[in-house]
């Protein structure tokens, strides 16, 4: 079988469940990871004969993209900010809301030195390790709740060469003493539960739901316990970073600065939706 009679067979296999473009991604994607190509080399050799187990991989892979499971899990692992990160259904799958959250936390705080950073909800331990890779800190510590999230995020830092500090503890009723910290970074549980109907089946059927959903009486739940930690943590001037609803910027902006935050700012991601929250004491 030839790479094009590859692609082809993966786009008439996904075209029920995504749009062409994304059926090529993926496919793309495969190529990339199964073959080590770059997305030209994988135009050039449309016509190259696969040898038989790459091509069993191949088919393997679509069976299980067929049936909903996400293309990350499937690879089982993906590229976040220049560190390659290893996923699976114990962990959410990174947005790209979230590379641009760490971005643009690089962006600004990259003249700083000797940062000590809080990652709350750390779950594959992305954003920790991200910052700990491309600014210059003194100590990173990621919270999670799930057990099963900090162990592959202890994986992810040991394979990415970063020294964090993962502890399980509940945001919502903390355990254990911190100190302070220059930056506090979040990528909070924010889905509504009454929004599962707007989401794709293999987010539902695969991700864990630990991660994503808050009670819809109850959406700004975690940010409630982020303020707290913030207010409590956070050094003079420290600054805070969280991802948030689209839905519901306004509100959180209000909460910070209801809470004694000197300054809350909503700022818009790439569809131009309300996306991030930054707050400073």
């Known amino acids: 079988m030839t790479l094009a009679t590859i692609r082809l067979l993966y786009l008439k296999t996904l075209n029920f469940l995504y749009e062409l473009p994304e059926v090529e991604s993926i496919f793309l994607y495969m190529a990339s990871h199964l073959l080590n190509y770059s997305k030209i080399e994988i135009r050039q050799n449309h016509n190259r004969i696969i040898d038989s187990q790459v091509e069993k991989k191949f088919i393997d892979f679509l069976e299980r993209i067929r049936l909903g499971e996400p293309v990350q899990y499937v690879i089982g692992f993906m590229e976040f900010c220049n560190t390659r990160i290893q996923v699976d259904s114990r962990v959410l799958i990174p947005r790209p809301e979230t590379e641009y959250l760490v971005d643009m936390i690089i962006r600004e705080q990259k003249h700083r030195q000797n940062l000590k950073i809080a990652d709350l909800c750390t779950g594959s331990g992305c954003i920790a390790i991200a910052l700990s890779k491309n600014l210059i800190t003194q100590k990173v510590i990621g919270i999670d709740i799930s057990g099963k999230a900090l162990e592959l995020a202890s994986v992810n ?62 959406p700004l739940l975690f940010y409630k316990a982020i303020t707290d930690f913030g207010i409590k943590h956070l050094t003079r001037d420290g600054m805070l970073y969280s991802e948030i609803n689209e839905n519901f910027g306004p509100q959180v902006k209000s909460l910070f600065l209801s809470s004694g935050y000197r300054t809350a700012e909503i700022r818009k991601d790439l569809r131009n939706k309300d996306r991030f929250l930054i707050a400073r004491v």
Request: glycine share 2%; hydrophobic share 35%; charged share 20%.
């Open 157 to 218: 830092a040991k394979g990415n060469n970063t020294d964090i500090i993962f502890i399980a503890d509940d945001l919502q009723n903390l355990q254990n003493p911190y100190p302070n910290f220059d930056l506090v970074v979040s990528n909070p549980p924010y889905v509504r539960e009454m929004e599962k109907q707007q989401m794709h089946s293999n987010v539902l059927n695969y991700e864990p739901a630990l991660a994503l959903f808050v009670p819809d009486r109850e």
